[in-house]
């Protein structure tokens, strides 16, 4: 028995990829607008806290931003430090 690329994709269930792709992207993208976003900050506006090295190496810091129950951090305290992430519409 030999190994055939022709085989594998012959072999390959592409019916059932072609009817769950749609539906794991959508899974995904649900995930990303009411669950969790990945973001990574730019720039130097937030340059002592985050990406301290930005205009020497580029770098950038990733964000994860929880959006399942954004008013319940607003009601408890926002301290000093904490970081507020915006939609600007």
Same mark, same amino acid.
């Given at each position: 028995m030999s190994f055939s690329i022709r085989h594998l994709v012959a072999d390959f269930p592409w019916r059932l990829t072609a009817?769950? /792709?749609?539906?794991?992207?959508?899974?995904? *993208? /649900?995930?990303?607008?009411?669950?969790?976003? *990945?973001?990574?900050?730019t720039g130097d506006s937030m340059s002592p806290a985050l990406a301290p090295t930005f205009h020497e190496t580029g770098s950038r810091d990733k964000l994860a931003i929880l959006h399942y129950n954004p008013f319940f951090n607003l009601r408890s305290e926002v301290k000093r430090g904490q970081i507020v992430s915006f939609w600007a519409p």
């Open positions: 009817i769950y /792709f749609p539906f794991a992207g959508a899974a995904v *993208i /649900f995930a990303n607008d009411n669950i969790l976003e *990945i973001q990574s900050q």
